[in-house]
């Protein structure tokens, strides 16, 4: 393959966003406009009469690889199930629960300064924050706890495996 | 002077020594420590004058050469043989000084492979699926590390009273753990004797982590004890029945 | 080009990280781990021996799109910003991380000499290195290992594909 096409394509499946024919000959010494546009759509019938599972199209002004339309169907069924991230919120609302637990939520609100209602309720909902009872005292307030599978998400063997404070400060002092 | 710009890329004192065993062309398993253990010190009093931070761990590798070398010049005991495997006083040094050299290689090589985002790019654009949002999962996967669980929590703590950062210590989440496990139970079976909590693991730790968190609870208001005669079972019930969300 | 080789295509191309062989047996029905791994391998020497811009390669125990390495310089022109590099601390402090893992911060120390507190949290955020567990000793101290990001950063298979650590050959047989 001519030492162009492949630097094309090594730019086309890296670039973040569709990439435009103007960037492609900024990036490349000594091409013609009209050189890059008649190497793309080479690309593109070469990957068109492949027949494989991706393709290049022109998207938004700019060409970019895609998988074949035809083919979603398997790949929405590859990301069922893909890894969550949790947000910062919810990641802070975690830390306080697991490091402050038991507690109620209004101990939560108190110490991020803010409403935790729904990170709360979406660390509920991933079941790795558990109500572990009732308080005895007027209004009953809730208690949260971690569960089980806090543990398994983390890799601890029991909550006594947490990093302490000090463990990170620790850390963090010799940077400067 | 040559080594001026030297002074600040040593990664420690091992890597300097490594530096003038290399400038001297001298070989490690037999480091003329005199001669090496000067060069070094010269090397710190330069450090000082350019005012950069002495690390401590440079002072201590001194004091270290400067006891082999006066280990060195005392004469070998009586009666020791020479054939003998005598102890070099030099060998735990360099036997430091070749393991540190095997991973500063081992870094180099690290260096030197195709890296990710420098030598070799993945696809860039989000595809089309990622950008529309996949119904969750039952039993999702969640993909988090404990380092970011104690970076959020310091962050948050960090802007509270001092006091809030009294350290969490591993006997209280000893104590939590004892917590979730017992108010698990209280919930699928009501209600649970001491005896019943214990089970057959009465170590002596247990036994007390197990109290501990009876009492803790209880002073949370989240149990209610009963016994129904001096010394006999003591029963735990949740102090507010039902669960779920209110 | 067969049909089951052009969605393993789709998928790998679509998925974010290094994509198992289990995962593409999970998700195409009724085919046999062994297909697939041939499969692979016929594409891997597909895109090799067609000489383009990307290549097909396993990583960190999975499959994964790259670039090719020799084009790397076009492609690094096209992306703003520079890619954030290890110091020699940091990549000292992982060489140590990679082969003695898993391992405390103190063996790191007694290993470079100096105090590794910096480095270690410089690749605890870059989530090259994570927090193992703790050592059932007094003390409890933290372990330490790298994570599934370092073996797709440095180009990895798995672990036994780091070089050999050069032998430490014994002093009393170097003295002889």
């Known amino acids: 393959m001519e030492e162009k096409i492949a630097i094309i394509e090594a730019l086309l499946f890296a670039s973040e966003a569709p990439l435009t024919v103007e960037r492609i000959v900024l990036t490349l010494p000594d ?3 009209k050189e890059v546009v008649s190497l793309l759509e080479g690309l593109i019938r070469e990957y068109d009469a492949r027949g494989g599972g991706i393709c290049l199209r022109e998207i938004a002004g700019g060409f970019q690889f895609r998988t074949r339309t035809d083919l979603s ?8 199930g893909h890894p969550a991230l949790l947000s910062p919120a919810a990641l802070e609302t975690l830390a306080v629960v697991a490091y402050r637990q038991p507690l109620v939520k209004a101990e939560i609100d108190r110490i991020r300064g803010v409403d935790a209602s729904g990170a709360l309720r979406g660390l509920l909902e991933k079941k790795i924050v558990r109500i572990v009872g009732r308080k005895d005292v007027p209004g009953k307030p809730i208690i949260y706890g971690t569960t089980r599978k806090f543990l398994e998400v983390f890799n601890l063997k029991d909550l006594s495996e947490l990093p302490t ?12 | 002077m040559s080594y001026e710009i030297k002074l600040d890329v040593f990664e420690g004192p091992l890597d300097l020594l490594l530096y003038l065993i290399r400038k001297n062309e001298i070989d490690i ?17 330069l450090m000082r004058s350019f005012n950069l931070d002495l690390a401590g761990e440079y002072l201590v590798l001194a004091s270290t050469l400067i006891h082999i070398k006066s280990k060195l ?8 043989g020479e054939e003998e495997e005598g102890e070099d006083p030099r060998a735990e ?13 081992a870094a180099l090589s690290l260096d030197k492979r195709p890296l990710l985002d420098r030598d070799v790019f993945t696809r860039g654009a989000a595809s089309e699926e990622e950008q529309t949002s996949v119904e969750e999962a039952d039993d999702e996967l969640i993909e988090v590390d404990i380092f970011e669980l104690v970076t959020a929590f310091r962050r948050i703590i960090v802007g509270l009273d001092r006091k809030e950062e009294l350290d969490i210590d591993t006997e209280k989440m000893s104590l939590t753990d004892r917590i979730n496990e017992i108010m698990e139970r209280l919930t699928e079976e009501g209600q649970i004797s001491f005896a019943d909590l214990l089970g057959d693991r009465t170590d002596r730790k247990r036994i007390i982590y197990t109290f501990l968190a009876i009492l803790e609870l209880m002073k949370l208001r989240m149990v209610r004890a009963y016994q129904s005669e001096s010394f006999g079972a003591i029963r735990l019930f949740p102090a507010v029945e039902g669960r779920g969300e209110g």
């Open chain 1, 31 to 33: 091409t013609e406009k």
């Open chain 2, 73 to 80: 010049l005392l004469p070998p005991a009586e009666g020791e």
């Open chain 2, 29 to 45: 398993y037999n480091i003329p420590i005199a001669l090496i253990t000067e060069q070094y010190l010269s090397y710190l009093d």
């Open chain 1, 165 to 176: 404070l000090r463990e990170l400060k620790d850390l963090q002092e010799q940077q400067e």
């Open chain 2, 93 to 105: 040094l360099v036997q430091q000084l070749l393991e540190y050299q095997a991973f500063k290689e």
């Open chain 1, 73 to 80: 169907a398997w790949v929405r069924k590859l990301k069922v």
